[in-house]
């Protein structure tokens, strides 16, 4: 067992299966030694487990639980893309898109569940710049929406 798929076991997570591109896209590619993921929705077996906006229909806490589904799942597009998360040397940056009510500013409490996450797995590697982001509306209702740039050797 992998040394990522062991703390992802610790953790009592695995990888997903990535997620179908739901438009013309693929979900990473391979530039040099970075890897960058397309925007990833909160897929639990091929559904958005909730749709609509953050701080109306979906609580704060239940959007940073997707944000941690949304980061697993670009963990899986990274992880077919370089062959293993074991690879990673360290997480450069994640982008966080959160479909938010009018008046709602908590984006950066609702992207903290995917940037926790990236830190459980890989420790001081898993630190990154990050931007979170409000927006008016995302794919498929979806509450939120994060993407990765990983750097691998």
Sequence with gaps: MSAVAARLAELGLELPAVAKPVAAYVPAVVTGNLVFTSGQLPFVDGALPATGKVGAAVTPEDAAALARQCALNALAAASEAIGSLDR??????????????????????????????????????????????????????????????????
């Excluded at 830190?119 to 927006?135: K, L, N, Y």
């Design 88 to 153: 990673v040397t360290r997480v450069v940056k994640a982008v966080v898109f959160v479909n938010s009510a009018p008046g709602f500013t908590g984006q950066p409490a609702v992207a903290n569940g995917g940037s926790e996450l990236l830190g459980e797995i890989f420790g001081e590697a898993g630190r990154h710049a990050r931007s979170a982001v409000g927006v008016a509306e995302l794919p498929l209702d979806s509450p939120v929406e994060l993407e990765l740039i990983l750097e691998f050797a």
